[in-house]
């Protein structure tokens, strides 16, 4: 007799290997925003929110306040959690700061405001 493996076809998932390698669920992109709100007059704040949970804020401010010669702060918010508060303008150079360091991708990051 004669042995013959038979391949019988199955569904062909594309998203399986992506379903594997994200916990927190398939096609879900976890976004870093960066806004600027107006004070009174000339004066604004650039507020950065949806930094991963177990980055050290702090550190974060320390090194963005040395970097741009601006104050900041780390405040904590019921609903959005940690949020980076920095003096002025600084929605673009936050930008940059964070894909430089390595803290979270180009393609992550979404700068809003004027």
Do not use: W
Not at 11 to 33: C, I, L, N, R
Not at 40 to 65: A, F, M, W
């Amino acid at each position: 007799m004669v042995d013959i493996e038979v391949q019988i076809p199955s569904a062909f998932d594309p998203f399986a290997d992506v379903e594997q390698d994200s916990g927190s669920g398939a096609g879900v992109k976890e976004y870093v925003h960066i806004r600027i709100q107006q004070r009174n007059g000339r004066k604004s704040l650039t507020t950065v929110q949806g930094l991963k949970k177990e980055l050290s804020y702090e550190k974060i401010l320390k090194d963005l306040k040395k970097e741009f010669c601006c104050n900041g702060t780390v405040v904590q918010d019921k609903e959005l959690g940690k949020v980076i508060q920095l003096q002025g303008d600084q929605r673009k150079n936050v930008s940059a700061f964070l894909s430089r360091a390595g803290i979270v991708k180009k393609d992550q990051i979404k700068i809003h405001g004027f």
